[in-house]
């Protein structure tokens, strides 16, 4: 690399860090906030599709996002989908607004639920952050979904919700501590089922662990929430739901 290169090189980011250690071998790009790839992992190659730096998803993100998830069903049928997760959420912004960003985040949740459905195992990984539409057409749009230790998971933050819901800050903070449904933070999404685990460690063996589960018929999430304590009625009235009752 001769020096102007260098010189306009970003930083290596956070995300493509852990991407190296969770591979034995890993061969990514990155254009803006967007990393897109393909790791190795004891002869199995795993398509990458990632966001750095807490980007905020907009409305090219997220069509960029989804043509990669169409390229790889093309290209690689049936090859795992490793989504590593770092991002502010949805942008706010009247050019997003105008194209209709919520469109655009609902087809990448669409195409990563298809890339299922045809035999893709799509694991996701919160990083740094994941907030809002960004971790629910990312994070939720998986077969499951982990987190880094020290990652920080939210829907909305409790101020803004508090501003929004007209309930004191106080007593939203007094109610999180006994409904995880209402709580920030990677515990809370574990007990409501939203995340599967925590990953430390080793990395490598966390990912080939999820690899060698095999891509599910259905959602278990509201399984694991009730045997988390944490949605203790989702299950049974979703099943009452779907039987009509």
Known sequence: MNADAALSAPPISSTERLIDALFDEASVSRIGPLVTGTGTLDGQAVAILATAERAQIGADLALAM????LDVMREAPARPILIVVDNSGHRLGRWDELMG???????LS????????????VIGLVNELAVSAGFMALGMATDACYA?????VRVMALNAMSRVTKVPLDRLTELCA???VLGPGVANFIRVGALRGIWSGDLS??????????PGERDTRRELGLERGG????????AQVRAGV
């Open 66 to 69: 989804a043509r990669n998830v």
């Open 148 to 152: 880094m230790p020290e990652a920080e």
């Open 110 to 121: 669409t195409c990563l639920y298809l890339a299922r459905r045809r035999g893709h195992r």
């Open 178 to 180: 006994t409904s995880p």
């Open 231 to 238: 949605r203790t009625l989702a299950r049974d009235i979703a």
């Open 205 to 214: 063996a966390h990912l080939r662990e999820a690899l060698a589960e095999m």
């Open 101 to 107: 960003n919520n469109g655009y985040l609902a087809h």
